[in-house]
């Protein structure tokens, strides 16, 4: 499992940050489609959580079917998990961050022409 | 879920001072409870009820459907431990780990002489000899070893160290993950126990005024940070458990979720989210009135 260091100071319930987490190892190919995931136990070891919280993490994700319950043995990592992972961030992470930075820009009395200049740049230097 | 401790208005006297006050709960199996409470708030008297030690003064107990002051055969399977536990002066720790082999069932010994290991005790140490902390990490060493279908730990860090307590809340989650049963751990420093627990159960004043999943509990409150006037005009309506207002910053901690149709209103009044923990939670929910104000007392 990734590094995750649960942040206690996060507003973001627990076991959301663990959801989170396993989504990030999907994304990043650590965990692959297809595979089994991590279980309840395991997670609850390796994170010192109690099980109760770690069952919720992974029934968040059951319930965003990136997770698929299979009789007698671990969750699996849906066939689709990738993409419907990304299709959501892409309404939910991705969103929050654009609207915080035209926030940001109207602050600081940026104009539309320039946030866009800047996203080019910096799309052009991280592909550098 | 099933039930493993049921209370009916059960109700424990000292004399005249009433420590539990018609109390009705009912505990759900294989949790990892917290009980949390302030001084004198009636935990002892609770656990020392679940374990057969007193007998109620009214209402009713019962642990795995029987009362645990007249089952003495269950007595195995109910362990209370507590810190100042007393243990004959002479005995060794090998000796108390055999007298507990004897009366409890599933008592792991092998089990037991690991964790002395772990803990840097030798069996032939004499019980007298040993200081507070080491005191607490043995009693909780037999505790645990005993794997009693409902374990009551009574303040086990008292006097421990920092590195003995984070040892303890370790193993204790993990035996507790191989080895799922009721387990109660009182503590009065629930932000440290708080990541292992499952439920949490909160007294005050002889009463239960909270038992919930902690998870819950974790989303049951939040804190805003802002001007007096923007803290006042977010919570007109709103639960405010606990508000303070001063020059330079005003807070208010509110009963309710944080959740995303939260976040436009702060944004609308300017002020800053924070989680509040459930350790605080508790401290709010169980302050008097006028305790939080100290600064009476250097009023002239």
């Known amino acids: 499992m990734k590094a995750l260091k649960i942040d206690e100071n996060s507003l973001t319930p627990i076991y959301v940050q663990i959801a989170d987490s396993i989504e990030e190892d999907i994304l990043n190919d650590k965990l692959m489609e297809g595979n089994a995931c991590y279980s309840q136990l395991m997670i609850a070891k390796e994170l010192k959580v109690n099980p109760a919280t770690a069952a919720k993490g992974i029934n968040l994700l059951v319930g965003h079917e990136i997770l698929e319950k299979q009789r007698g043995q671990a969750m699996t990592i849906a066939a689709d998990a990738k993409s419907k992972i990304i299709e959501r961030k892409k309404k939910t992470d991705f969103k929050d961050k654009i609207e915080e930075l035209v926030k940001l820009a109207k602050r600081l009395h940026v104009s539309e022409e320039y946030l866009q200049n800047q996203i080019s740049k910096t799309f052009e230097e991280s592909e550098r | ?300």
């Open chain 2, 1 to 300: 879920m099933r039930g493993v401790i049921e209370t009916k208005q059960l109700t424990y006297r000292y004399g005249r001072k009433t420590a539990l006050d018609h109390v009705n709960i009912t505990l759900n199996e294989n949790q990892l409870i917290g009980l949390i409470g302030r001084n004198g708030s009636g935990k002892t008297t609770f656990l020392k009820l679940c374990a057969g030690y007193y007998y109620p003064t009214d209402g009713e107990i019962t642990v795995f459907e029987e009362e645990p002051f007249h089952r003495i055969e269950s007595l195995g399977e109910i362990i209370y431990s507590n810190p100042n536990v007393y243990h004959k002066e002479l005995n060794t720790l090998e000796q108390i780990l055999k007298y507990f082999k004897l009366t409890y069932p599933r008592f792991d010994a092998v089990f037991a002489n690991k964790l002395l290991v772990v803990f840097a005790l030798q069996p032939t140490m004499r019980f007298k000899n040993l200081s507070q902390g080491m005191v607490s990490v043995f009693n909780f060493i037999c505790a645990l070893s005993t794997r009693a279908r409902l374990t009551l730990f009574d303040e086990p860090i008292l006097g421990m160290d920092v590195t003995s307590r984070k040892k303890i809340y370790e193993i204790l989650l993990r035996d507790y993950i191989e080895c799922p049963r009721t387990i109660i751990v009182s503590s009065h420093i629930l932000s440290e126990l708080e990541d292992i627990l499952s439920e949490i159960l909160l007294i005050d004043e002889g009463k239960i005024i909270l038992y919930k999943d902690l998870d819950e509990v974790r989303t049951m409150s939040y804190r805003i940070d802002g001007t007096e006037d923007a803290v006042k005009a977010f919570c007109s309506d709103k639960t405010v458990i606990y508000s303070n207002y001063n020059t330079m910053n005003s807070y208010a901690v509110i009963e309710g979720e944080y959740n995303d149709t939260i976040i436009p209103e702060g944004e609308k009044y300017n002020v800053a989210f924070s989680k509040v923990r459930p350790e605080d939670y508790c401290v709010y929910k169980t302050l008097r009135g006028g305790e939080a104000d100290l600064e009476c007392l250097w009023e002239r």
